[in-house]
């Protein structure tokens, strides 16, 4: 089945220890995207890739970057985390602004 | 800003109730809008869309929803709820009418279904 990967499901990190996501997908979507969900908060969009252009939201925070080398991965890097920081990480995917199709998540804690 | 709101923040029905849960968006443009479902341990779920034409858009197992443009409302109704329908929905807007990618979640709304 075509769907979204995300690894690892769950992390930990320690306070200020860069860590990365990751997400693939079999798809074959152009835009990918990366949201962050706190506990019973609405998932928040951090950015998106329309394919190579990246899009960041005005609020997100310098201390999360994206990468996205091909058409199948993105990644996540949160350079310093904090505590504040520990939440639901949830990427998703649309065949340009149609529908997006979300991945599991990873559950990061801040240690 | 935009923003969408979910009133209820836990609903709890019995077996065959009917429901109906509540969603208001704030953007005066073009909208595209979206009801997910997130299922116990589970990923979000697309359970209906709207994108044009009819207000009253039916989704995946017996859900439905209605656009009501003039009271900037989405909606989502079930008339006979099953113990299996627990679990978190969403509500979603893509503001401009799917020229951007920023989909703007609400809250959300818990759903307990009592066997």
């Known amino acids: 089945d075509a769907m979204v990967i995300q690894n690892p499901r769950y992390q930990v990190t320690q306070f200020g220890k860069p860590v990365t996501l990751s997400c693939s997908q079999t798809?074959?979507?152009?835009?990918m995207y990366w949201y962050q969900q706190k506990s019973s908060q609405a998932p928040k969009l951090l950015f998106h890739?329309?394919?190579?252009?990246?899009?960041n939201e005005a609020d997100t925070p310098d201390n999360f970057q994206s990468r996205r080398p091909n058409t199948s991965f993105c990644f996540l890097d949160i350079r310093s985390p904090g505590l504040g920081d520990a939440a639901m990480y949830l990427c998703?995917?649309?065949?340009?602004?149609?529908?997006?199709?979300f991945g599991p998540g990873t559950r990061l804690t801040v240690l | 800003a935009q923003s969408v709101s979910q009133h209820n923040h836990h609903v709890i029905l019995s077996e065959a109730a009917s429901l109906e849960l509540g969603c208001n968006y704030s953007?005066?443009?073009?909208?595209?809008l979206f009801w997910y479902v997130q299922y116990p341990g589970q990923h979000l779920q697309l359970l209906l869309k709207?994108?044009?034409?009819?207000?009253l858009v039916k989704g995946i197992k017996g859900f439905e929803a209605e656009f009501i443009k003039s009271k900037f409302s989405f909606n989502l109704r079930k008339p006979s709820v099953q113990w299996s329908d627990t679990a978190e929905y969403f509500c979603?807007?893509?503001?401009?009418?799917?020229?951007?990618?920023?989909?703007?979640f609400g809250k959300g709304t818990k759903l307990s279904v009592k066997p």
């Open positions: 953007y005066g443009g073009t909208v595209n």
């Open positions: 890739y329309y394919d190579k252009d990246f899009n």
């Open positions: 709207y994108f044009s034409g009819d207000p």
């Open positions: 979603a807007v893509n503001a401009g009418g799917g020229s951007q990618g920023n989909l703007i």
């Open positions: 998703a995917t649309s065949s340009h602004y149609n529908e997006q199709f």
């Open positions: 798809l074959n979507h152009n835009v």
